[in-house]
């Protein structure tokens, strides 16, 4: 059985529903009479290691560090105008998740965008913030990786842009 590998030990991955990681091995286990080959993934924020089937991976969703363009057009999504649907903060709130969960820089960039509060505007409720703050994470440890900057560097410049169209 041999599995083509998309990506090397060293490597820093995208894993949708936890953000920037490293592989940091290729292990080969034996499961049940079969070999199969993973990919093991740090998380060093979550101090976690993910260990995904090579074979399932892209269903899983993981994926190269997004390139310098996508990027770019993340920090665009983020100077344009807010677009908050006029429903439930429940259903609202089930569709940030989707996109931050997405892993698409993009997306995450719309919630970050939605949610942003200036100094002047309204307060956020708790699970507002709680929204906020994790797309905002999430979107700066893809920056941070692309960009080669440490993450709070990343995080200031995501809010610079923010205040900058607010």
């Known amino acids: 059985m041999t ?25 080969k286990h034996a499961i049940a009479d079969m070999e199969v080959v993973l990919y093991a993934i740090t998380f060093e924020k979550e101090r ?8 399932k991976a892209k269903n899983a969703g993981l994926r190269r560090l997004s390139s310098k363009d996508r990027i770019k057009d993340a920090m665009e999504t ?10 439930m903060w429940s259903r609202r709130a089930q569709e940030y998740e989707a996109k931050i969960n997405s892993g ?11 949610l942003h509060r200036g100094t002047d505007q309204s307060d956020q409720s708790y699970s507002e913030r709680q929204i ?23 995080t200031e410049r995501l809010e610079a842009v923010l205040a900058k169209a607010a």
């Open 3 to 27: 599995d083509k590998l998309d990506f090397v030990s060293g490597d820093y991955v995208v894993y949708p529903a936890h953000g920037v990681g490293q592989i940091v091995a290729i292990e």
């Open 48 to 55: 976690m290691t993910l260990k995904v089937p090579v074979t």
């Open 78 to 87: 983020l100077q344009g105008p807010s677009k908050i649907k006029r429903i």
């Open 104 to 114: 698409d820089p993009v997306s995450i960039a719309e919630v970050v965008r939605d």
């Open 132 to 154: 906020y703050h994790a797309a905002l994470e999430r979107l700066a440890r893809e920056l941070a990786a692309v960009e080669k900057i440490d993450e709070r560097k990343a």
